[in-house]
């Protein structure tokens, strides 16, 4: 059928599989009566009463627990059961913690966007008024120099000299 490149059989020519440490670990999914646990305590899956202190050890059997495994029918043990229970409300609570969390966030968020919005508004109103009270101011003005008899470009250039005036006395 089909051959083995020789590049890759020789990938490993230089490996020694005597040199390689033996694990002592029993398999523990070869334990009789439906009893076993991994022997390391950090397993990755925490439904296994006993793993990180929590469940309960059957008496007089050391450190036998009930597996995380359905039985022959598909049915979980009511201590494996009870176990995913009380890991899922955990994490249940800890959602809700975060939620309220974000909650909290979005709410402080939404009175921080209020307020300015309505800053922006107040201010909005406030550049209005001015705008309107210069409009008047120059209306004013102009109508003063008219009275006058002087035209307003006259006067612009009066205002400008003296700004000038001003304006030099106070740099030099």
Same mark, same amino acid.
Do not use: C
């Given at each position: 059928?089909?051959?083995?490149? !020789?590049?890759? +059989?020789?990938?490993?020519?230089?490996? =020694?599989?005597?040199?390689?440490?033996?694990?002592? /670990?029993?398999?523990?999914?070869?334990?009789?009566?439906?009893?076993?646990?991994? +022997?390391? /305590? !950090?397993?990755? *899956?925490?439904?296994?009463?006993? !793993?990180?202190?929590?469940?309960?050890?059957?008496?007089?059997?050391?450190?036998?627990?009930?597996?995380?495994?359905?039985?022959?029918?598909?049915?979980?043990?009511?201590?494996?059961?009870?176990? &995913?229970? /009380?890991?899922?409300?955990?994490?249940?609570?800890?959602?809700?913690?975060?939620?309220?969390?974000?909650?909290?966030?979005?709410?402080?968020?939404?009175?921080?966007?209020? =307020? /300015?919005?309505?800053?922006?508004?107040?201010?909005? =109103?406030?550049?209005?008024?001015? +705008?309107?009270?210069?409009?008047?101011?120059?209306?004013?003005? &102009?109508?003063?120099?008219?009275?006058?008899?002087?035209?307003?470009?006259?006067?612009?250039?009066? *205002?400008?000299?003296?700004?000038?005036? *001003?304006?030099?006395?106070? &740099?030099?």
């Amino acid at each position: 059928f089909h051959q083995r490149d !020789n590049n890759r +059989s020789s990938l490993f020519s230089g490996y =020694d599989q005597r040199s390689r440490p033996t694990s002592t /670990s029993p398999n523990p999914y070869t334990a009789s009566n439906g009893y076993s646990i991994p +022997s390391s /305590s !950090n397993s990755t *899956f925490a439904a296994y009463p006993g !793993n990180g202190g929590i469940g309960t050890e059957r008496a007089g059997s050391g450190a036998s627990f009930r597996s995380a495994t359905p039985d022959k029918r598909g049915a979980y043990s009511d201590a494996v059961l009870s176990e &995913l229970e /009380s890991q899922n409300d955990e994490q249940v609570s800890e959602m809700s913690k975060k939620v309220g969390m974000l909650k909290d966030l979005t709410l402080r968020i939404g009175d921080e966007i209020r =307020d /300015s919005t309505a800053l922006a508004e107040k201010m909005n =109103d406030q550049f209005s008024n001015t +705008s309107n009270k210069l409009k008047g101011t120059m209306n004013r003005m &102009l109508r003063m120099a008219q009275s006058t008899g002087v035209g307003w470009k006259v006067w612009l250039i009066f *205002f400008a000299f003296v700004t000038a005036l *001003f304006w030099y006395v106070w &740099l030099f």
